[in-house]
């Protein structure tokens, strides 16, 4: 699975933060281009959408508790 996070919204850190967390649901590869970062997840280990939304959420969070800082 591929997930796309625009660099105007997300950070690096909370991506690298959700990694950590997700360690053992999936592998990670973090890449980024001029506009996104671009993380993919290889041997999921549970339902592929469910964990898609739930990392997603988690990262979004991440940002947000930064951003309070």
Known sequence: MILR????IYS????EKAQKA??????FSL????DYFILE?????E???????EFKNYVLGEVSANERK
């Open 41 to 45: 997840l290889k041997g999921l280990v």
């Open 5 to 8: 996070f625009n660099k105007l």
């Open 12 to 15: 690096r850190p909370a991506l």
């Open 31 to 34: 890449k980024e281009n001029k």
């Open 22 to 27: 997700y360690k053992k649901l999936a592998n």
């Open 47 to 53: 339902n592929e959408e469910l964990i898609e939304k």
